[in-house]
């Protein structure tokens, strides 16, 4: 019986045009990219993350309601969900058995009676339980420790008993929460969205109504003023409470808030059959894509309130696209593929997973970004945590770091979905992927390389389908398709779908070209006017000043362009043959593939910009000026 | 006897290339622009604050402390500053004497007997008193009141009880200060500057040392830590305590606090003889010119913490530009152009006075902008009170409206300087000044009109040196200086001096060319790369979506750019002529002197910035996209 499995699992009653693969269905080889960053993840980053929770103090909180530490609460309101996000990605990991015991009993030891949980009003402030509900963070807590139970629930052995006993806290609290605000309760709604999400996938998990009943009640009580027309920020769209959903037309306000909130709003879309409430979510998505996202995937151009900024607003530098809003972004992303089965969803989150979001963890995986500019400048003063020169191991807010390692952790769940029909490649990296009682064996050096090789080690006899995401990005190049060596297979909608009865030993290749290609901006975007970026495939690159500064000596990154025709490089003060095309280089010790740009003989390497940072701080840019603006 | 007079005004012994003028020698007339800035004050700006002060609760807030009020405190700590620069407005104007008498005798009844008054604190929390100075304003709500009394010590008739008064309140919680901060006392600065030119002043008022001593303490503290490492912006740079004032090389973190404490840093060193702390606010003064300071005069690219921001990030859309900044922007320059005689400080001034103060303004004098960006983008949600779409008529932080009000009030005093050798004309507008027993008239439609007219209606006989500033942007044009009709006089460090025996009737002309300018930015400024600006004189233009709009239908200015020799401007689908010049409308309702931008056959009016936004909302933009990068 197929069991779809991962961290965002539709009913089979739900909308849904893809499926996730069933528990074990997807497995990454620890060679590929991804896969790598998954060994990374259980290797480094989860034990970084439970070693904070024991220093900055997150444990102690909890350890402060049972009454065994005296010290005082430590952090925002929320810490709690950074023990929530490390469980959660510990739960999808597999591993880490004592702290996820030890933390399951705490968590169990600390819970009121009534179900509450959340440990900052728990030993303190008790009469303002659910009174500050703009800014209390309460359901939003609520929300991590269910969707760590979900992990649990899915991918524990069935008598795995911290994984029951997780279950059975996060039920209380869930109950709760029905109690105080189902229908019948208080019209109210979180500060900070995740609590629908969560809602649902308790659902999913549970078959239990009444939270797929309250997911929706709290959907529709957004934009209704519930959160009072004054706050910290002045206005209701930062608390996403400025128009319901359903009735929004362009993403706006706090990042993070906003894409969670939408995420949620697809999985009651597609759990009650609202289609209008899923086009609300599509449209948003088209409105976020057209005007309101960076090259990178990432998403929020301001700072002050982290938030979306008007259409175009797109500066590089105070970028703030938030790591947490890439991955808010990358859920959203796909469940609309689950939904509809449109692939630029997909792209989209393939975008993200290259640029935005690995841009956020270093290449040793303990240390991280929570804004992720485009530039830094030339005598940027990063002391400042909110824009540091280089990526910190934690955060006062410490939501991105748990945040990554449980995406990580669950990434083998998001490359691939099927059913007993056929087989739907979303993510090219190596692994094996299988439903429908196929198994396909991937093999391919993405995103380094254009090849991707399908290899069938199983087969049914019955006719299957393979479906291979062709991206958008390859638009006008020659995408070649080839079935045991004979060319096969249209390209429609980003997709290229072959039909048949499949035999053990059956191999396509796919090859998605990968010329460096030079991006210039929408004329709106004002902030890179008169410049251009360089990508290949999926991957955006940026001049980083170590290696500018190699290769032309005095030179920096404020001081450097693009000849018009994207062919060369200048530098103040160094004129340049000019003729030399972008190449590939792959002698870079940072970049398993680098950009070669020409700077008269010299040949100045462009790096992926996720690997920005890996060498100390220093300046950065992924917009490059193009010839004659500057230097003047 | 020559007795300087106005808001800033060096004692003897200071160090002082240029004395302001002496009491009741500066006026301006009512028919030129600056006079008729001051007549707004008088009639609408100052009435509307006070109108404010007793709508919004600042006057409630006092009357709370006093018992007579029994409502929650309102606003910000500091709103008696609110009070205290209404207050020193109307001292500095003359008038209000019902408004001035009421709100002294209401602040002697506040104050505590030891001389402290804070409402905030005074009607609540008492134990809080000067236990939070990073953030609670005290000696900043001090600085502010000692402003105030020091205009109505120089500016009332001496037998004005209610100045009298005044300056005993503010004495006695100065010498409060001086008793707790002095020499001796405790350590400690305030985390909002202001306090150090206000006691410096009261110095200058009084002839009593222990003011300046502490002014120059509080200077000399700052930079180690006092205001601790940690708070709520994680940063020293925000409240000015990252260096020593005299070890700084450049300016950073909040802009007002930054500006204030150099305007301070000033004043303290020209009485103290510190030419090395002179040096020091010279040096931050070029720093912040060369990268860190808006076509406009305004400072801060940040609306996070409103700071300064790195080395050429200036981003028109985010332009924090706070009117308040661009205020102690002008009183720092003020500062340093009366220590050096340097006239670039006076070219700052005029630069800021036309474009980054003036904008903060509407054209009623009753509704104000905060924040001056110098693009509103099309599809800007005006509705955060940090970004609004236009002036608002008070701010929940009011700090800008108020000060603008102190500052048109004493508006006459800025315009020249003088001695019994000379004068020195500033700031060109119609009015009378003097200096020495010398009386000159000036006439002129600056800065709409190239020609400035000085008649000589007073003279002694004995010779005398009549300084003219030519502004920096007159290099390069020929400036003509003509006395009684004959060419005379070099200009030498943007100075014209004519000394000789004047009669009365003499006739000095200056015609200062004002060619429309086409206005390119330096190439590190990536935000307006690829862009220019228009300027006529020492004015700002910008292109408004009104006349945009009105010129050619469906264009907006996110569609609009320049041709590349400046000539033309084009539109999306509109191609043009490209051979009119841009030249001067004088037909615009809203501006005397408009730009003409030829759109094909019409021509696209470009009005002075400091106007935009006093016909409803609309997208307006200064940098305006060059061919051949917009639109693509």
Same mark, same amino acid.
């Given at each position: 019986?197929?069991?779809? &499995?991962?961290?965002?699992?539709?009913?089979?009653?739900?909308?849904?045009?893809?499926?996730?693969?069933?528990?074990?269905?997807?497995?990454?080889?620890?060679? =590929? %990219? $991804?896969?790598?960053?998954?060994?990374?993840?259980?290797?480094?980053?989860?034990?970084?993350?439970?070693?904070? $929770?024991?220093?900055?103090?997150?444990?102690?909180?909890?350890?402060?309601?049972?009454?065994?530490?005296?010290?005082?609460?430590?952090?925002?309101?929320?810490?709690?969900?950074?023990?929530?996000?490390?469980?959660?990605?510990?739960?999808?990991?597999?591993?880490?058995?004592? &702290?996820?015991?030890?933390?399951?009993?705490?968590?169990?030891?600390?819970?009121?009676?009534?179900?509450?949980?959340?440990?900052?009003?728990?030993?303190?402030?008790?009469?303002?339980? *659910?009174?500050?509900?703009?800014?209390?963070?309460?359901?939003?807590?609520? =929300?991590?420790?269910?969707?760590?139970?979900?992990?649990?629930?899915?991918? +524990?052995?069935?008598?795995?008993?911290?994984?029951?006993?997780?279950?059975?806290?996060?039920?209380?609290?869930?109950?709760?929460?029905?109690?105080? &605000?189902?229908?019948?309760?208080?019209?109210?709604?979180?500060?900070?969205?995740?609590?629908?999400?969560? %809602?649902?996938?308790?659902?999913?998990?549970?078959?239990?109504?009444?939270?797929?009943?309250?997911?929706?009640?709290?959907?529709?009580?957004?934009?209704? =003023?519930?959160?009072?027309?004054?706050?910290?920020?002045?206005?209701?769209?930062?608390?996403?409470?400025?128009?319901?959903?359903?009735?929004?037309?362009?993403?706006?306000?706090?990042?993070?808030?906003?894409?969670? %909130?939408?995420?949620?709003?697809?999985?009651?879309?597609?759990?009650?059959?609202?289609?209008?409430?899923?086009?609300?979510?599509?449209?948003?998505?088209?409105?976020?894509?057209?005007?309101?996202?960076?090259?990178?995937?990432?998403?929020?151009?301001?700072?002050?309130?982290?938030?979306?900024?008007?259409?175009?607003?797109?500066?590089?530098?105070?970028?703030?696209?938030?790591?947490?809003?890439?991955?808010?972004?990358?859920?959203?992303?796909?469940?609309?593929?689950?939904?509809?089965?449109?692939?630029?969803?997909?792209?989209?989150?393939?975008?993200?997973?290259?640029?935005?979001?690995?841009? =956020?963890?270093?290449?040793?995986?303990?240390?991280?970004?929570?804004?992720?500019?485009?530039? %830094?400048?030339?005598?940027?003063?990063?002391?400042?945590? !909110?824009?540091?020169?280089?990526?910190?191991? *934690?955060?006062?807010?410490?939501?991105?770091?748990?945040?990554?390692?449980?995406?990580?952790?669950?990434?083998?769940?998001?490359?691939?979905?099927?059913?007993?029909?056929? $087989?739907?490649?979303?993510?090219?990296?190596?692994?094996?992927?299988?439903?429908?009682?196929?198994?396909?064996?991937?093999?391919?050096?993405?995103? *380094? !390389?254009?090849?991707?090789?399908?290899?069938?080690?199983?087969?049914?006899?019955?006719?299957?389908?393979?479906?291979?995401?062709?991206?958008?990005?390859?638009?006008?190049?020659?995408?070649?398709?080839?079935?045991?060596?004979?060319?096969?297979?249209?390209?429609?909608?980003?997709? +290229?779908?072959?039909?048949?009865? *499949?035999?053990?030993?059956?191999?396509?290749?796919?090859?998605?070209?990968?010329?460096?290609?030079?991006?210039?901006?929408?004329?709106?975007?004002?902030?890179?006017?008169?410049?251009? +970026?360089?990508?290949?495939?999926?991957?955006?690159?940026?001049?980083?000043?170590?290696?500018?500064?190699?290769?032309?000596?005095?030179?920096?990154?404020?001081?450097?362009?693009?000849?018009?025709?994207?062919?060369?490089?200048?530098?103040?003060?160094?004129?340049?043959?000019?003729?030399?095309?972008?190449?590939?280089?792959?002698?870079?010790?940072?970049?398993?593939? +680098?950009?070669?740009?020409?700077?008269?003989?010299?040949?100045?390497?462009?790096?992926?910009? &996720?690997?920005?940072?890996?060498?100390?701080?220093?300046?950065?840019?992924?917009?490059?000026?193009?010839?004659?603006?500057?230097?003047?």
């Amino acid at each position: 019986m197929h069991n779809p &499995f991962g961290p965002a699992v539709p009913t089979d009653r739900a909308i849904s045009a893809l499926r996730p693969l069933a528990a074990g269905a997807a497995r990454l080889d620890r060679g =590929g %990219l $991804l896969g790598g960053w998954q060994e990374r993840n259980t290797a480094a980053t989860i034990p970084h993350c439970i070693s904070q $929770l024991h220093s900055r103090g997150n444990l102690d909180n909890l350890h402060r309601v049972t009454g065994d530490f005296d010290g005082p609460f430590v952090g925002w309101w929320f810490a709690d969900t950074d023990v929530h996000k490390t469980l959660e990605a510990a739960l999808w990991d597999g591993g880490f058995p004592s &702290f996820v015991g030890d933390t399951v009993q705490l968590l169990e030891k600390v819970q009121d009676p009534d179900g509450y949980l959340v440990s900052y009003f728990q030993a303190g402030p008790r009469d303002r339980q *659910w009174a500050e509900l703009p800014s209390s963070h309460e359901m939003y807590t609520a =929300g991590h420790l269910i969707q760590a139970a979900v992990a649990g629930a899915r991918n +524990a052995p069935p008598d795995n008993a911290a994984a029951q006993q997780l279950l059975a806290v996060a039920r209380r609290f869930a109950d709760l929460l029905v109690e105080r &605000f189902g229908a019948g309760g208080t019209d109210a709604v979180d500060g900070h969205p995740e609590i629908e999400t969560a %809602l649902v996938e308790l659902f999913r998990v549970t078959g239990h109504r009444p939270y797929l009943d309250l997911a929706a009640r709290l959907i529709e009580l957004r934009g209704h =003023g519930l959160l009072g027309p004054e706050g910290r920020f002045g206005q209701r769209a930062y608390y996403q409470d400025h128009k319901p959903v359903r009735a929004a037309t362009e993403v706006t306000g706090h990042v993070v808030r906003q894409v969670y %909130l939408l995420a949620g709003a697809v999985d009651v879309a597609v759990e009650t059959g609202d289609v209008e409430l899923l086009r609300a979510a599509e449209r948003l998505w088209d409105s976020a894509l057209a005007s309101k996202t960076y090259l990178t995937g990432g998403q929020g151009s301001r700072h002050r309130d982290e938030a979306f900024g008007d259409p175009y607003e797109l500066p590089p530098d105070r970028a703030y696209a938030e790591t947490c809003a890439a991955i808010g972004s990358f859920h959203w992303a796909w469940r609309l593929l689950l939904a509809t089965g449109d692939s630029r969803y997909a792209d989209e989150m393939e975008r993200l997973l290259y640029n935005g979001i690995a841009s =956020g963890i270093a290449l040793d995986g303990t240390s991280f970004f929570y804004s992720n500019p485009l530039q %830094l400048r030339t005598g940027h003063d990063g002391s400042d945590e !909110d824009a540091p020169g280089e990526r910190l191991p *934690w955060y006062k807010c410490a939501c991105c770091p748990p945040n990554l390692a449980r995406l990580m952790a669950s990434l083998h769940t998001y490359a691939a979905t099927g059913s007993s029909s056929g $087989l739907q490649l979303h993510l090219y990296t190596p692994g094996t992927f299988s439903a429908g009682g196929h198994t396909v064996s991937v093999t391919t050096d993405y995103p *380094w !390389d254009e090849a991707v090789v399908v290899s069938f080690t199983e087969a049914t006899g019955e006719p299957f389908a393979l479906t291979l995401r062709v991206p958008a990005w390859c638009a006008g190049e020659r995408v070649q398709i080839r079935l045991n060596g004979r060319d096969v297979a249209f390209v429609e909608d980003g997709r +290229a779908r072959i039909e048949r009865v *499949w035999q053990v030993g059956d191999r396509v290749e796919l090859v998605l070209p990968m010329p460096p290609r030079l991006v210039t901006p929408h004329h709106r975007i004002d902030a890179v006017r008169g410049t251009a +970026a360089l990508t290949r495939g999926p991957v955006v690159y940026c001049l980083e000043h170590a290696d500018v500064h190699a290769a032309v000596a005095d030179a920096g990154t404020h001081d450097v362009g693009l000849s018009a025709d994207g062919s060369a490089l200048y530098f103040e003060d160094i004129y340049l043959d000019g003729d030399a095309p972008i190449g590939v280089r792959r002698d870079h010790p940072l970049a398993p593939v +680098a950009l070669a740009v020409m700077a008269g003989k010299r040949s100045v390497p462009a790096i992926p910009y &996720f690997l920005w940072a890996n060498r100390g701080p220093g300046p950065m840019r992924v917009w490059i000026p193009l010839l004659p603006y500057s230097p003047r």
